[in-house]
């Protein structure tokens, strides 16, 4: 069975500064999605970012990257220009490319913006 | 309306209520999602809906009854709740294509007395 594991409970930067958020998952599949989805203090879960598992390129979408190490099993975020809008909690996922619909989470990391 | 909305945003319950919590999505999407967000664990998959059928259900109590009656309505019926079962509800939805992006609601925060 998949798993995603995020080491950090919780982050915080300094406003305008970068952070990297960590994410490790397990899988013995070679094709995959693996997304970062966003949940505010409002609630509502959106998608971050992206990467599909076949592109060697990373994934950017604004101030927000990834660096996808398929061999390593690694899908870290990193959010640049960090913004008060940016505090929320952080969730990784992965889902496999073979038509099964089940997104498979992470516990998440807060991350917390320091003005 | 847009994107997917829950009703209602809070629900108080007791453990011998029966209670009903609506999903509705206004993408054209055919497939909608139940999920379980507990403080300090993974979002658990409740129940998965594909083309109006049930294609999944983890292993969930019978005391959650899952319904869709079209594409862009879903329901969960609550029966004899229990305390642990106090948790933010959440649906989402997809189209079944390519990478099958999940959009989110804003979630049921449930509290069972």
């Known amino acids: 069975a998949q798993t995603v594991t995020q080491s950090q409970p919780e982050m915080s930067v300094q406003e305008a500064e970068t952070v990297t958020l960590s994410c490790t998952y397990d899988t013995s599949e070679s094709d995959y999605y693996l997304f970062w989805y966003k949940q505010p203090p409002s609630r509502q879960m959106i998608l971050v970012i992206r990467q599909e598992a076949y592109k060697q390129q990373n994934a950017t979408e604004n101030r927000f990257s990834v660096n996808f190490q398929k061999a390593a099993k690694s899908f870290s975020l990193k959010i640049s220009d960090s913004q008060l809008g940016d505090a929320a909690m952080y969730f990784c996922a992965y889902r496999s490319a073979r038509g099964n619909e089940k997104l498979t989470f992470g516990t998440g990391t807060r991350l917390t913006i320091i003005p | 309306e847009t994107g997917v909305t829950q009703t209602p945003r809070h629900l108080v319950m007791g453990m011998t209520n029966k209670k009903s919590l609506k999903c509705e999505q206004h993408?054209?999407?055919?497939?909608m999602y139940w999920y379980k967000q507990s403080a300090k664990k993974p979002l658990e998959l409740m129940f998965v809906?594909?083309?109006?059928?049930?294609?999944e259900n983890n292993s969930v109590p019978s005391r959650f009854s899952p319904e869709c009656p079209n594409s862009s309505h879903l329901f969960l019926h609550l029966h004899t709740l229990q305390p642990e079962d106090s948790a933010l509800y959440l649906c989402?939805?997809?189209?079944?294509?390519?990478?099958?992006?999940?959009?989110f609601g804003p979630g049921t925060r449930l509290t069972v007395l």
């Open positions: 809906y594909s083309l109006e059928e049930r294609v």
């Open positions: 989402a939805s997809s189209q079944l294509a390519g990478v099958n992006e999940q959009f």
């Open positions: 993408l054209g999407h055919n497939a």
